[in-house]
């Protein structure tokens, strides 16, 4: 499900890119782009977690308000996934350490105030900061996750010329929970166990977004500057 969700986003722009490069103006930007996560969720007190790499894909919108600020949003497909491992009886009713991989799919719709830096005729500056808001359609171990939850995202980025048609755009991107994702579910302990369950879903993640749009503009400055 989440391959077909990740394909069919990609597959949306390419098939409309030029028609959507033609209806840009001065203020808007449009753009595809890509993510690559470090994914995880806070560790409780029975349940230790693991880092994952998480892929994600979506489509985004910037609209100018001034030279210098711009507003950002969108939409992507995002994995909070992550790992566990625990301690439990093996086939041969010995200790064994069992280890579990969690996806954990949302529907990402962003909200950012961004601030050019530096523009010029071949590289663009920016930080961004806003929030996540997050619909989730799907996961592993039928991981008990809310419907809507949100994380703060903050992004610092830099975008060049590729050519005369394309700007690709680098972000590292950061996410970090506003409150809880899921709640925490214990299914057994004992006096040897640590536990089996899954853990509070208080995801956080560290990645990189490459992002890529039409450079329709004779000045790649004036691209972003919206004048």
Known sequence: MKKICLYAI???FIANIHGVANAQSKKWTFSAFTTLDCSNTRNTDYIKTWEKLAPGAGLQVNYSLTEKWE???GVSYIDKGHYTKYKGLGPNDGPMVFVNNYWLSYLAVPVQMQYNIISDNFRHYYFGIGISNDFSFGNTKSYRSKPFAQSMLVNMGFDFT???KWVIGLEPTF???LYLYADEVVYQQSFWIVEEGWPALRP???GLKVRVSKNNSMSFSRLYAGW
Do not use: D, E, F, M
């Open 10 to 12: 990609v597959l949306a």
């Open 71 to 73: 507003v950002v949003t």
């Open 162 to 164: 590729w050519g005369k």
């Open 175 to 177: 996410r970090y929970y």
């Open 204 to 206: 956080y993640s560290v």
